[in-house]
């Protein structure tokens, strides 16, 4: 190990991280494809700031994925995965099945023994966990129906592996049993090691009963009383005591640590306590996943690169080739709308971090030797590493084509003329559009994404292809006829090149705006708009006025108070966007705002004022609302 040993080896990576990251976000690479180059710029093979010790640091970084999977496995509670069945079901077991088919095929092309081929196939149909969800989230693309689709085959993916690891032993061919043998015993000895397959089979099915007993029937316990002592440290070294327990135990049995937590979160999902394990878990996920990336950059083999060449690159270009063919067959047979389908394609390309341990499984199993999977552990790698340039390009080609389309596509006829517009009709706008219909208020609705035009659409919803932030889709629109239009988009940019068109075209036209947030609030402000809501306020206010009454509040003194507090707040918004850029002033302005409001609401409570408390008198409550409800000065 280099001089200063584990503490240097940690500031090295650390200041990889520090510096590789930022530069990656800023240039638009993400944060993952940062990790990844860092790994390779100090590994081996780059300023050889890190060697062989390299590979004691991967399974270290390892325990991020572990800690990962831990945390998925709590998000879903047995009741959730069953009823996601279908989707994990059809869609994972689909591109799983098809993919370990269509790379078996090549293998046994190539003249590998059908054994081989089909344990290569299981292998490489597996995509990585941790890159695209981390990929995912930091795009927002995850809530996305083809995020969510990318999320159900990566859930189908990690169960699969129990089976595989099963079935694997099974797979062995005498060849290879006798060259590894020993080359393995000592790397790869577990405490079942001398059991014959079948006892190793029954000990893995009672290592995983074990862990869904204990965590079903005992943990409540055990966290009920380590709750007890009130003392938050030692409920996350009892957090972090189960996962490294279980990933112990896992290694033990020649099993994937990763496997063991995620089905040991899945057991704890219904767990009283399981928020404060979230919680707890939380931040040492981050980091270690984050290392881990950089251990992936640092462990690609480019000596065995750099001798086959040819042989390496014509495996990393069939995987991922291979792979987009099926999973865009699979997009286009379920329905997926074009840009879903392209995101689903190009998000689960690549080989996954499960290749490292199955190939090593494989290896001790007899199921392939060294010759084999070396090379294939370098292609995933590479994989692994291009994921986020995949990702990339499906954005700035394909989404971006899709959006030149968007723009270039012929607007759909509107032929009606509406006294209201609506610009956007997600959440929030379709629940105004049918508020206003339900009222006998005819609306005229754009919007631009396809896919969720077709699902309105489908449902008996009138919507309009269009971007509202053309001039003639508005001209068609009857901006100039209309009385208002109802921008509830969520892109901020957008909305400010929408205003600036109807105050330059369409002066007459009356605005009211949904503001994602505060910022975007000022900006709409800046540019004259005064009916400016705050997306959140609402249904925010709505809930507090429930716990009011909860509380024993009368329901009339409740509704005052959120009306006063809204009032006062929406008043606040106004008078701190004058101020915005003096980041002093506005802090000292907001603190005295908040102040104010705090004890004037009060104030309210403490006065009894029992003339005004016995009814809802319509003079009371033309003051507490105003004539209109709307944001003014």
């Given at each position: 190990?280099?001089?200063?040993?584990?503490?240097?080896?940690?500031?090295?990576?650390?200041?990889?991280?520090?510096?590789?990251?930022?530069?990656?976000?800023?240039?638009?690479?993400?944060?993952v494809l940062g990790y990844l180059i860092a790994g390779i710029l100090i590994g081996p093979f780059g300023l050889h700031l890190i060697g062989e010790e390299g590979q004691d640091v991967m399974h270290f970084a390892e325990f991020g994925v572990v800690m990962m999977l831990f945390l998925v496995g709590l998000e879903l509670q047995p009741s959730l995965l069953w009823k996601m069945r279908t989707p994990i079901l059809g869609l994972g077991g689909t591109q799983v099945l098809l993919s370990t088919l269509a790379i078996a095929m090549v293998g046994l092309y190539a003249g590998l023994q059908w054994q081989t081929a089909f344990a290569i196939g299981m292998t490489l149909a597996l995509s990585s966990t941790a890159i695209v969800l981390q990929t995912l989230n930091e795009k927002g693309m995850m809530k996305t129906e083809g995020g969510q689709n990318c999320f159900s085959v990566l859930l189908f993916q990690d169960i699969a592996v129990i089976p595989m690891l099963a079935l694997f032993p099974l797979l062995a061919i005498s060849d290879f049993i006798t060259q590894n043998k020993n080359a393995v015993a000592e790397e790869h000895a577990t405490m079942i090691s001398n059991l014959p397959v079948w006892g190793q089979t029954i000990a893995v099915l009672f290592a995983i009963i074990f862990i869904v007993f204990v965590g079903k029937y005992l943990m409540n316990s055990v966290?009920?009383?380590?709750?007890?002592?009130?003392?938050?440290?030692?409920?996350?070294?009892?957090?972090?005591?189960?996962?490294?327990?279980?990933?112990?135990?896992?290694s033990q049995l020649g099993l994937s640590p990763a496997l063991g937590t995620f089905i040991a979160g899945v057991v704890l999902a219904g767990n009283e306590y399981r928020h404060e394990l979230e919680s707890d878990i939380e931040p040492f996920k981050g980091l270690l996943l984050g290392l881990f990336f950089i251990s992936?950059?640092?462990?690609?083999?480019?000596?065995?690169?750099?001798?086959?060449?040819?042989?390496?690159?014509?495996?990393?270009?069939?995987?991922?080739?291979?792979?987009?063919?099926v999973l865009f067959a699979i997009g286009k047979f379920y329905g997926m709308g074009i840009s879903n389908k392209m995101l689903f394609t190009f998000a689960l390309a690549q080989g996954g971090e499960f290749a490292f341990v199955l190939f090593s499984f494989s290896v001790q199993n007899g199921v392939l030797n060294s010759e084999i999977a070396n090379p294939l552990i370098a292609s995933v790698a590479l994989t692994m590493a291009l994921t986020p340039l995949l990702m990339i390009l499906n954005e700035k080609i394909f989404m971006s084509k899709g959006k030149e389309n968007i723009s270039e596509k012929e607007m759909d006829v509107i032929e009606e003329k509406n006294p209201v517009i609506i610009a956007g009709f997600g959440k929030f706008g379709s629940i105004i559009g049918r508020f206003l219909r339900a009222n006998g208020v005819d609306t005229t609705v754009l919007e631009t994404d396809p896919d969720k035009i077709e699902i309105l659409r489908k449902l008996g919803l009138k919507v309009f292809y269009g971007d509202a932030s053309r001039v003639d889709l508005l001209h068609s629109a009857g901006a100039e006829e209309a009385s208002l239009i109802i921008i509830t988009i969520d892109e901020e940019e957008k909305i400010l090149q929408i205003l600036e068109n109807i105050k330059k075209h369409f002066p007459k036209l009356k605005v009211l705006v949904k503001a994602t947030n505060r910022r975007n609030a000022y900006d709409v402000i800046e540019r004259g708009i005064d009916n400016v809501y705050l997306e959140p306020m609402d249904s925010s206010l709505n809930i507090g006025v429930s716990a009011l009454k909860i509380l024993g509040y009368r329901s009339h003194q409740a509704v005052r108070a959120a009306n006063k507090f809204k009032k006062h707040e929406t008043r606040s918004v106004f008078e701190l966007a004058k101020m915005r850029d003096d980041k002093s002033k506005y802090m000292q302005s907001a603190r005295q705002l908040i102040g104010y409001l705090e004890k004037l609401l009060l104030d309210d409570v403490n006065y009894i004022d029992q003339n005004k408390d016995q009814g809802w008198d319509t003079q009371s409550l033309i003051n507490e609302y105003g004539p209109e409800d709307k944001l003014n000065k």
């Open positions: 190990m280099h001089e200063g040993g584990f503490f240097y080896q940690a500031f090295i990576y650390l200041t990889a991280a520090v510096i590789s990251v930022p530069i990656a976000k800023k240039l638009g690479l993400g944060s966290f009920r009383i380590i709750a007890s002592t009130k003392l938050r440290e030692t409920f996350t070294a009892a957090a972090l005591l189960i996962v490294i327990g279980i990933a112990i135990l896992m992936v950059g640092a462990s690609v083999d480019f000596k065995l690169i750099a001798n086959q060449p040819g042989l390496i690159a014509q495996l990393v270009i069939a995987l991922i080739v291979i792979k987009m063919l």
